[in-house]
């Protein structure tokens, strides 16, 4: 029997996976989660812990059951951390073993971040669920930096999809734009567009909004809401832990996340509910901070997003948060969506005390602004030798701040390559980090790209010319 899910907001249809994987957003306009939490295979009867696709599958698998054959998924989890720099995939290095301080790496896929993680396997899921049905999709979608390379390498050379990326034409760094523009792929389409990240994102919506254009081409996305890309992400919570108890370390453990969309933290919890024995999650962030206040006083209220260090995390409103709000009012779809209806028309809500007691025990919120972020990483550098990225600073900062019992090990979850976000690094450690082997030449390799103007129809003519999925040519 397969797994049901049903929306956060109580009123779409139950879907199976393969269906969740492809929908995205509920109808209802709200996120999928499972019915009910799987409980986590046995540390003892486990594989070893890491060895991380073997584990990938068995945490991963009661999600998927009655959905995907076995041997299959078997085969496309290996290939997607195959592609992976580490043997280990996502290895745990000591930060401050005295304090029992970990870091975990998950930066050691095709475009260093952690993204990758999910997306490489969410990918291959995408193409093998659409081949099996004999259908192609069109993805599209508006990034700031990170998550378009990471999504079109998740696609590249897929026969079941195109994919288009649209950035602020000269508001990218080098590297995020090259990690993106060199891929020879000819399913892979970029366009720089004249405009701000928020056009192109403005235009994706419109695209989507568009019912005629979006059926056409069957448009589809490989966004943070999708739970495919949680359920990938829970693995690592689980290879974490059990990496600690091979290095001796008791339950239970604690996780310091830098958070933007609340994707990553948010696989942390499932995977605690899941059974692992989690003691303490810190949610940090930068100086967009509604997070860090919503742990404090159980108040989300809306500010201006401002530019940091730390662009992937730069995010008003956390999507995935819906999905703990879900859970905090008691799988209550009507409630939540109420609180969330109540957030969109005035900026502010607040969770009944009640639901609100549910927090503390597990919760804490810490911000990092950009001066603390600066000296986290330097302070690292001269400690350790090791150059962290901006994002992962936020993290460690945030785990120094707010960790609450110094004798459980916490961990704090790398999510993006120091060599991602150069400057600052250099500017904190007076050393430029390098890029890892393969991306050595990324300088020197041939880019492809269009530029276009911030104007839907030519941006549509554009998909239409150029994707495989509809009837204009
Ligand atoms: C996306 C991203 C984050 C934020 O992760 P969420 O799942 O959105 O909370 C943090 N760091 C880096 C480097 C990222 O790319």
Not at 15 to 40: K, N, R, S
Not at 99 to 111: D, K
Request: with cysteine; charged share 20%; proline share 7%.
């Amino acid at each position: 029997m397969s797994l049901s899910y049903v929306s956060t907001r109580g009123k779409a249809p139950e879907l199976a996976f393969a269906d969740v994987l492809l929908e995205g957003l509920a109808t209802d306009g709200g996120l999928y989660v499972p019915e009910q939490w799987p409980v986590l295979p046995g540390a003892s009867a486990g594989p070893p812990p890491l060895d991380y696709a073997r584990t990938a599958v068995d945490v991963m698998w009661p999600f998927v059951n009655g959905q995907i054959d076995r041997a299959a998924f078997e085969a496309l989890t290996a290939e997607a951390y195959a592609t992976f720099d580490h043997p280990d995939v996502a290895p745990l290095v000591p930060l401050d073993e005295d304090r029992g301080l970990w870091l975990m790496e998950l930066f050691h896929g095709p475009t260093l971040a952690f993204k990758d993680i999910a997306l490489q396997l969410v990918g291959r899921l995408f193409d093998h669920e659409l081949a099996r049905r004999g259908e192609r999709v069109t993805i599209v979608g508006a990034t700031s930096g990170d998550t378009g390379s990471a999504a079109i390498e998740a696609c590249r050379d897929r026969d079941s999809l195109d994919i288009f990326v649209l950035h602020p034409r000269g508001r990218v760094s080098d590297v995020q734009r090259r990690q993106m523009t060199t891929v020879p792929s000819a399913n892979v389409h970029n366009i720089a567009l004249d405009g701000s990240f928020d056009d192109c994102q403005d235009l994706v919506k419109a695209m989507f909004a568009d019912e005629a254009f979006r059926g056409r081409h069957r448009l589809a996305a490989v966004n943070s809401i999708n739970f495919a890309r949680v359920m990938a992400q829970v693995v690592y919570y689980v290879v974490a832990a059990r990496a600690l108890a091979g290095e001796g370390a008791a339950p239970p453990v604690g996780f310091a996340v830098p958070t933007g969309n609340f994707g990553n933290v948010y696989a942390g919890y499932a995977a605690h509910r899941m059974g692992l024995d989690v003691s303490q999650f810190v949610v940090g962030s930068n100086v967009n901070d509604i997070l860090t206040r919503f742990f404090d006083s159980a108040r989300l209220e809306i500010r201006r997003v401002m530019p940091t260090m730390s662009p992937s995390m730069d995010i008003q409103v956390s999507s995935n948060l819906e999905r703990l709000l879900f859970e905090l009012n008691g799988r209550d779809g009507a409630a939540t969506a109420a609180l969330l209806g109540g957030f969109r028309a005035a900026g502010v809500a607040e969770l009944p005390p009640g639901p609100a007691a549910g927090l503390a025990p597990l919760w804490s919120g810490a911000r990092v602004d950009e001066a603390q972020t600066l000296e986290v990483i330097g302070d690292t550098y001269h400690r350790t030798g090791m150059m962290i990225d901006p994002h992962t600073a936020v993290g460690v900062g945030a785990a120094a701040a707010a960790r609450r019992d110094p004798e459980v090990p916490l961990v704090v979850l790398a999510t993006a390559h120091p060599a991602k976000f150069p400057d600052a690094v250099a500017r904190a450690c007076g050393r430029r980090p390098a890029l890892p082997e393969r991306l050595a030449d990324l300088g020197e390799r041939p880019e492809r790209c269009v530029e276009l103007d911030n104007d839907l129809a030519a941006v549509q003519r554009f998909v239409a010319a150029h994707t495989r999925v509809g009837g204009d040519r």
